[in-house]
């Protein structure tokens, strides 16, 4: 179950039996039926019944936790679920795929860790279960992973919310959409380039980073032909190249399925006829049918490298297993609302905890390739 970040602002533990908030979860679970109520939906109807009862009563802390009305709340959370999953490519699929691990308390979780663990042991075939077996210990490696936290915030002021009331015009969404794109797009660039800080630098805290497809440990790497992926492309040459990319994560016994992630430009270069003759078909056509790979895509959050030559452009291959990469939710993008001091401004932040974690085993071996094009 993950944390509703929403209702955390009205919830106090010391003086639970006080507050309103206290009756307006059970009655939220009384009206759905269990503790299927534990979401949005479920809790704001009978929060805002409760904060109607309230107006006047300094208890009533619900209304620090969603201080629009009701209606006024809902057209936010309508444009952020919108949004979805836009701009979003290779974070889609891990998430399609089930690739995940779920925070239950993302905000009291700063680090997550784990244990790679080497191969100890040998069966043996013996005519007797009496045999005596190998005793034998693991060597661990431990890992971590900075749970931080991805956002994007705007603001209303009180006057054009009046207005918007008074003459009966609906809240105008762009600045929510827009926001949730943006901690769409930056999730997506984490996922690939990695998690880095507003310099550009790589996000660390206490020496532990967040890497991404491009930079993760470990990584097998192969040289591609700049030249023959180009928009001219050598048909024969990026089938080889592939196949070599796909013959290393096999020797680190990692043998699918995989995804291929490339590039716009260079992914276009791909729809070219891998023969003309028939069955005519492009080179992507040529190149799923190689064991395991399942999925070529374009990612524009890729380098495509230098104009024209393509220089330095990147093709990462994948393998789509939990063992290689998964994605952490502690939160979808949510909206989290606050009204100021004063009073005047409405602040929403769209934030969500989704990152990237990629693992290489005990003996560094790793289900990543990335070519780059020389």
């Known amino acids: 179950m993950q944390t509703e970040m929403r209702f955390l602002a009205g ?18 679970m009384a009206e759905h039926g269990g503790g299927g109520a534990w979401n949005v939906a479920g809790l704001r109807v009978p929060g805002f019944r409760m904060m109607a009862q309230h107006e006047d009563d300094e208890r009533a802390m619900f209304r ?22 836009q701009r979003l490519t290779f974070v889609k699929d891990i998430m399609a795929a089930g690739l995940t691990y779920t925070l239950t308390d993302p905000l009291s979780t700063t680090f997550l860790g784990w244990n790679a663990i080497n191969k100890v042991g040998n069966a043996q075939r013996s005519m007797t279960p009496s045999a005596r077996t190998e ?59 990695g998690a880095t800080t507003l310099d550009g630098q790589d996000l660390k805290v206490a020496g532990y980073a967040a890497p991404g497809l491009l930079n993760a440990p470990n990584a097998n790497t192969q ?23 796909l013959a290393k994560l096999r020797a680190d016994k990692k043998f699918g399925p995989y995804n291929m992630y490339l590039g716009s430009d260079i992914s276009a270069n791909l729809d ?16 799923l049918r190689l064991e ?43 909206v989290v609302p606050w009204v100021s001091a004063d009073g005047f401004t409405f602040h929403n932040l769209i934030m969500c905890v989704l990152i990237p974690r990629f693992r290489s085993d005990y003996n560094s071996d790793s289900g990543v390739c990335i070519g780059t094009l020389t």
Request: proline content about 6%; glycine content about 6%; overall charge negative.
């Open 11 to 28: 919830k106090d533990p010391n003086i639970q039996s006080q507050s309103p908030l206290g009756d307006v979860i059970m009655r939220a």
């Open 64 to 85: 620090t936790a969603a201080p629009l009305p009701e209606r006024s709340q809902i057209v936010m959370d309508k444009a952020v679920v919108k949004v979805g999953m």
């Open 135 to 193: 005793n034998f210990m693991p060597g661990l490696t431990e890992s971590r992973l900075p749970v931080y936290l991805t956002m994007s915030g705007f603001e209303l002021d009180i006057r054009t919310l009046r207005m918007s009331q008074r003459l009966g015009m609906p809240l105008d969404t762009a600045g929510i959409e827009s926001a949730t794109r943006a901690v769409n797009e930056n999730v997506e660039d984490a996922a690939i380039n």
């Open 223 to 245: 040289v591609l032909t700049a030249t023959a992926w180009d928009t001219t492309p050598v048909a024969a040459t990026i089938l080889s190249e592939v196949m070599q990319m």
């Open 272 to 287: 070219n006829d891998y023969t003309t003759a028939a069955p005519q078909n492009t080179i992507k056509d040529r190149l």
């Open 292 to 334: 395991g790979l399942k999925e070529i895509k374009s990612a524009d959050m890729i380098p495509s490298g230098t104009a024209v030559t393509g220089v330095g452009a990147k093709v990462a291959i994948v393998q789509m297993t939990n063992d290689v990469v998964d994605m952490v939710v502690g939160q979808q993008p949510t």
